[in-house]
């Protein structure tokens, strides 16, 4: 059985459309909307609201570690908006996941990244569509487990949960032969982004898991740019699918 795996799709219509091709099932492993965009400042709900200049401002106090002032110069921007942020967020994050389920083949098997709204996703699934969080499927004859969304973090993405949560859905999947989660395990190498030039969060729940069950796999997404895209931790195979945005290509495992 061939499947592919794509993470952080941010609002790439086009290629989503596509990454099934030649497989037997798409693993989507979240954060399919694109608020704001790092690499192209007009692209996404902040510049499409506030324009380029002001996504520029808000990106340069985010890079800086300027955390405060970037909250502060957000509620500003998200004030100035007639009935406030929640129904232009609402609108703009709708429009994105009506063009991206639309575009998702089936069958799909995905869970929550940690910039995704879950309450939105039922009204927009398919057929073939199917979505696991703290959950195990079956395919192609191994157990797949799913652990959506992150952990809290100062960036207040919306999706963020506190570490109990993570942990609890970590410990439903329990035993598997392959791991599907969107953040990393708590690795270091596997945490840090070399262009973002952080680290970003991972779970040492998943890590736990690691050490206790020894998967074959284990895949995630989550940081773009990482020091390491592979290793092993013991027997488990520790693989970062890809910043789709960015390359359009899906990973590719055959079982």
């Not at 609002?11 to 694109?34: E, H, P, T, W």
């Amino acid at each position: 059985m061939r499947i592919h795996v794509v993470s952080d799709v941010h609002g790439r219509v086009d290629a989503l459309a596509r990454a099934a091709d030649g497989a037997d099932a798409l693993v989507c492993l979240g954060d399919l909307i694109l608020f704001i965009d790092y690499a192209d400042h007009a692209q996404g709900i902040f510049a499409e609201l506030f324009g380029h200049r002001n996504a520029d401002h808000f990106i340069a106090l985010r890079t800086q570690k300027r955390f405060e002032e970037a909250r502060l110069f957000s509620e500003e921007m998200w004030g100035s908006l007639d009935g406030g942020a929640r129904p232009h967020i609402e609108r703009a994050v709708r429009r994105q996941y009506a063009e991206l389920f639309q575009a998702m083949p089936a069958p799909a098997y995905l869970t929550y990244g940690n910039v995704d709204l879950p309450r939105m996703w039922g009204d927009y699934l398919r057929d073939g569509h199917h979505v696991l969080d703290g959950e195990v499927v079956e395919l192609g004859g191994l157990r797949f487990g799913f652990v959506g969304g992150g952990l809290r973090t100062e960036y207040r993405t919306p999706n963020e949960v506190d570490d109990e949560v993570y942990a609890a859905k970590v410990a439903a999947v329990g035993a598997v032969d392959v791991l599907c989660c969107h953040i990393p395990p708590a690795v270091p190498d596997l945490l840090y982004d070399t262009v973002a030039r952080r680290f970003e969060r991972g779970s040492e729940a998943v890590l736990d898991l690691i050490h206790e069950t020894q998967p074959r796999y284990v895949l995630f997404g989550h940081v773009h740019q990482p020091l390491a895209r592979r290793m092993r931790v013991g027997r488990t195979e520790c693989v970062n699918v890809g910043h789709f945005r960015a390359s359009g290509t899906p990973y590719v495992l055959t079982v």
